[in-house]
């Protein structure tokens, strides 16, 4: 594969190194699992989105700069390479965003990009709820029409953000009469704050409130905050889980600076005479760089015109499975120490950890690879 990119790819790279360069803060910010690392990650948001570097890959309109997914994911690597904060803004940007300009209407889009990508407004995906998870098309949260909108009710659980963000998307049942049950779902966005909605943060392994559950009274949502028709949101929710299991919520860029610090951490820490952690270094590394060329085809593919879909979940698999074993590796170099303390390794081994359940647990990707691209027949479902 030639990897070869052209002056004007690669100015546009030396432009993000510069300006990453100056910008990206001496110390790491405090964990955005925080109240007060999270408002530190959202005034990071504001000074990316300043100089048009939150979403580069957005029409100029709405704060991007327009670029394709060749320089979309040389920022990644820039971005990344020079130990820039974790986005804060994750979940609107790599999920609701593709599914506005995709299903959103254009008030939709010019209303809510903007915010999304300063930092001003943070969302979070309320999708499961206590009976629905990898089977999301058991939800029971319903959305009942009235005037000039309409009211949800129910419980969404391990809410990503919802501890600290502002608003909230996810899918909730507006036909309880349809005929099967991912029929009769609309796609709405709604207000944490409003009246009727409690929201409780549920403590992580290290006690961080990463996630929290959401009860709903009779939220009410006006019209204006549905996405796509009523009654057809499991089709536009199939949409967003596609961005979610590939490649824009994890990067390469964001693997290979991984593996580029573990790296430094062995030649810095590591036993030479221990071959077998020294091999586990040498896999992250050959991981990274397959899931880069895994990538780099698949934008290929993408710049062609084409779609990809069932694959996301090959995607979804791998990035799951490597992210724990990379960060295992490294708390291995640390000692018996590492997991305690806080840093560049314990935290995202926590996070780390649930990569094989959320986006749809691994068990249900493996069913789509082996019905779908393998052609196997139907097994437990």
């Known amino acids: ?193 409003a009246p009727g909605v409690t929201v409780r943060p549920i403590g992580r392994l290290d006690g961080k409130p990463a996630f929290a559950e959401l009860f709903l009274d009779e939220v009410f949502v006006p019209d204006a905050d549905v996405i796509g028709e009523p009654g057809q949101g499991w089709r536009i929710a199939m949409s967003t889980t596609g961005n979610e299991r590939g490649l824009t919520l994890r990067s390469p860029g964001r693997f290979l600076a991984a593996a580029d610090r573990l790296v430094a951490l062995w030649r810095a820490a590591g036993d030479p005479a221990d071959t077998a952690l020294r091999d586990r270094v040498a896999d992250a590394v050959v991981g990274a760089r397959a899931y880069e060329l895994f990538t780099w085809a698949a934008a290929s593919r993408f710049a062609a015109g084409e779609r990809i879909g069932a694959e996301s979940s090959l995607n979804k698999v791998f990035w799951s499975q490597y992210d724990i074993a990379l960060h295992e590796t490294a708390l291995d170099l640390l000692g018996p120490d590492a997991e305690l303390a806080e840093g560049a390794w314990a935290e995202p081994w926590v996070f780390s950890l649930a990569g094989p359940i959320y986006a749809g647990t691994n068990e249900i990707q493996r069913d789509i690879i082996a019905e779908r691209l393998l052609g196997l027949p139907k097994g437990r479902r």
């Open 1 to 193: 594969m030639d990897l070869t990119h052209a002056p004007e790819a690669e100015a546009f790279r030396a432009e993000a190194r510069a300006w990453l360069a100056g910008r990206v803060p001496d110390s790491p910010l405090p964990s955005l699992e925080t109240a007060e690392g999270f408002a530190a990650h959202r005034e990071w948001e504001a000074q990316l989105y300043a100089d048009r570097w939150s979403a580069v890959s957005w029409p100029e309109e709405y704060g991007g700069r327009g670029v394709d997914i060749e320089r979309w994911l040389l920022f990644e690597e820039e971005y990344w390479a020079a130990g820039a904060p974790g986005r804060v803004s994750q979940n609107g940007i790599s999920l609701l965003a593709p599914t506005l300009f995709d299903h959103g209407t254009p008030e939709q889009r010019a209303r809510v990009l903007p915010p999304m990508a300063s930092g001003e407004v943070i969302w979070a995906q309320a999708w499961s709820e206590p009976e629905s998870g990898s089977d999301l098309a058991s939800l029971t949260s319903r959305a009942v029409r009235t005037g000039g909108g309409w009211l949800l009710s129910g419980q969404k659980t391990w809410s990503s953000r919802a501890a600290f963000a502002d608003r909230a998307f996810g899918i909730f049942r507006s036909d309880p009469g349809a005929a099967k049950p991912h029929q009769g779902l609309t796609y709405l966005m709604f207000d944490l704050r």
